[in-house]
């Protein structure tokens, strides 16, 4: 199993960034699927999950401004976010967990300065 994130990068508050990450090795549209972050020192944080059937959830600090999405065909995971905040900077996982293993991608740093 490997998830291959990208689309991280610095970005002004309020822009806005897309992340993907490519799952390769798992039936991926049987799973739910999601974004993490985190800071150095904190504890790794749940940003935004979808499930085989297309149901999200999104973590309270959320508020509106980010999206999730994915594409079975292309094993494809989305994250958009919008109206970025200086206290959204962390590394960005994409996650999976499957057969009860957690995998975890790269990670892929979002930078937003003020």
């Known amino acids: 199993v490997q998830l291959q994130a990208s689309g991280g990068g610095l970005v002004q508050a309020g822009g806005s960034l897309k992340l993907s990450c490519k799952f390769t090795g798992i039936n991926f549209s049987i799973n739910t699927v999601g974004w993490y972050r985190q800071v150095p020192g904190n504890q790794r944080e749940m940003v935004a999950r979808?499930?085989?059937?297309?149901?999200?959830n999104y973590a309270d600090f959320v508020n509106g401004r980010f999206s999730i999405s994915r594409d079975n065909v292309r094993r494809l995971l989305y994250l958009q976010m919008n109206n970025l905040k200086p206290e959204d900077t962390a590394v960005y996982y994409c996650?999976?967990?499957?057969?009860?293993?957690?995998?975890w991608g790269r990670g892929t740093q979002v930078t937003v300065s003020s």
């Open positions: 996650h999976v967990n499957h057969r009860s293993t957690d995998f």
């Open positions: 979808i499930s085989s059937g297309g149901m999200e």
